[in-house]
């Protein structure tokens, strides 16, 4: 018994460490900056959509903790700049970048 319990445990913790449990899902993307809305914090990308094989436009809302690269903040990326984000879908189903 001690030792079906030990190895339980065990599977936890390595499940656990290696973020199979407890995870965020995380989404990514990327294309064509298409618009900026500085006073709305949103960002439109041009990107494709690989279920109908077209370029899409997707609005997608600025979170308040946005970690930027190579730019110092969100609303200065350029329209028509290229962008790769991480985003989560939140409860009302909005993609917000982190």
């Known amino acids: 018994m ?3 319990l030990i190895l339980a445990l065990v599977c936890l913790v390595s499940l656990y460490v290696t973020g199979t449990i407890f995870a965020e899902e995380v989404n990514y993307t990327y294309g064509t900056v ?3 809305n500085k006073s709305g914090g949103m960002l439109t990308i041009t990107e494709y ?3 109908t094989g077209e370029e899409m436009d997707a609005v997608y809302i600025v979170g ?3 970690e930027t690269e190579n730019i110092d903040v969100w609303h200065n ?3 028509g700049g290229e962008i790769d ?3 989560e879908i939140d409860d009302k189903g909005n ?4």
Do not use: A, F, L
């Open 85 to 87: 984000v991480e985003y």
């Open 77 to 79: 990326v350029p329209v």
């Open 64 to 66: 308040p903790d946005v």
């Open 2 to 4: 001690k030792v079906g």
């Open 49 to 51: 959509d690989w279920d």
């Open 34 to 36: 298409s618009k900026v």
């Open 95 to 98: 993609k917000v970048i982190k």
